[in-house]
């Protein structure tokens, strides 16, 4: 087994559903001959020829219509945006269509295509290449959202998003496309999907995150450690639907909550998961639920961009103000 990093995880996830399964099918914007912008795709159209990895015009509306058509007639097609800010144009197909065709057709027919995304910031990228957008899609039911934050996740969170019967939006944090290596057997097994990930068990304060923020979310749980406070640290993963009982458990011991995201704070996924909290494990938090996320303007350009970005030292301040309530 080798050590590879998230985009080889990608890379390795999509060979390996591609040999097991015919009908799964990638395509995208030069994910063909050039292997995609990030190179996720490397290798597939040479391992598996031109009518299985397939290179598209630049029409991300066509790209989505064509995952639809696909999914709903037996295929499994797997579609690259070439960014994240790429995707609104696939609004109409993926909320109209894919996320409502198995209501519309009482299960008739479902809907297994996954729309993968390079997401997040922190690459110094221009603008419609930054945005955190989970919460866009997250709003929709029907369709699932998924954010890897390691090469294991990646690898088995996709397996599971292929192999899905309804739609996935799989985003993929590219700051940490090659922060890390871990060593990943290619087994074919999947990762659970609706599930949180506990990365550190901890007794004084539950840290939620995902995605990139994960890196410095586990980095404030070591500074804090340092100071002798336990951080319990929550990877959510699947930001649709959130997998509330996991995250709820750990503030029933710990009694206190921050939230961690890049994207901006208004009505961002940590509003949801606050409100939940809020809902159902009130009698059981010691202080108020902090948030920590980026700002609610756009993503900056890169001289500002890590200004922009949740740190360390930011999470850290949170952590401590939550933890001196009385």
Known sequence: MAEITLVEAVTMALAHEMEQDPTVVVFGEDVGVNGGVFRATAGLQ????DERVIDTPLAEVMIAGMCVGMAAQGMKPV????????MYPMVDHLVNHAARLRHRTRGRLTCPMVVRAPWGGGIHAPEHHSDSNEATWAHFPGMRTVIPSSPSRAYGLLLAAIRDPD??????????????????????????????????????????TWGAMVKETMEAAQALAEQGISAEVIDVATVAPIDMDTIIESVEKTGRCVIVHEAPKHCGVGAEIAASLADNAIWHLKAPIKRVTGYDTVMPLYRNEMNYMPSCKRIVHAAEQVLRFE
């Not at 040479?46 to 020829?49: A, N, S, Y």
């Not at 579609?79 to 790429?86: I, K, T």
């Open 167 to 208: 739609p996935v939006v799989f985003l993929e944090p590219k700051r940490i496309y090659r922060w890390q290596k871990e060593t990943v057997e290619d087994s074919g097994e999947e990762l659970p999907l609706d599930v949180c990930f506990v990365l550190r068990d901890g007794t004084d304060i539950t840290l939620v």
């Open 79 to 86: 579609a690259e945006a070439q960014f994240e800010g790429f």
């Open 46 to 49: 040479k391992q598996f020829g």
